[in-house]
């Protein structure tokens, strides 16, 4: 979980704006909107929870693993090249 403040504070307006993007999707199904606009605000969705999840995975791996590798040299690249993996994982 990310733990300092600005972290924290930008998981939860992320998280927001995926409640107010799904509300949105829930009042679009009551409407009866056609199918192509409710498809691409679930894209929209999946999106914006992928890069949330990435965000959150990033910082765990960095608070759990930079501490733990400070023996190897160059662990913190290794962590930067995992992180990258995980981003590009959830594109």
Not at 19 to 39: H, N
Not at 60 to 79: A, H, P, Q, R
Request: proline share 3%; with cysteine.
């Amino acid at each position: 979980m990310p733990h300092s403040p600005e972290d924290k504070k930008r998981a939860l307006n992320r998280i927001k704006r995926i409640q107010g993007q799904c509300e949105s999707i829930q009042r679009s199904l009551e409407a009866g909107v056609d199918c192509a606009p409710v498809l691409m605000q679930m894209a929209a969705v999946r999106g914006a929870m992928n890069g949330l999840m990435a965000e959150v995975l990033e910082s765990y791996i960095k608070e759990e693993f930079s501490g733990k590798l400070t023996s190897v040299s160059g662990s913190e690249d290794e962590i930067g090249e995992l992180v990258k993996l995980v981003r590009a994982y959830f594109k």
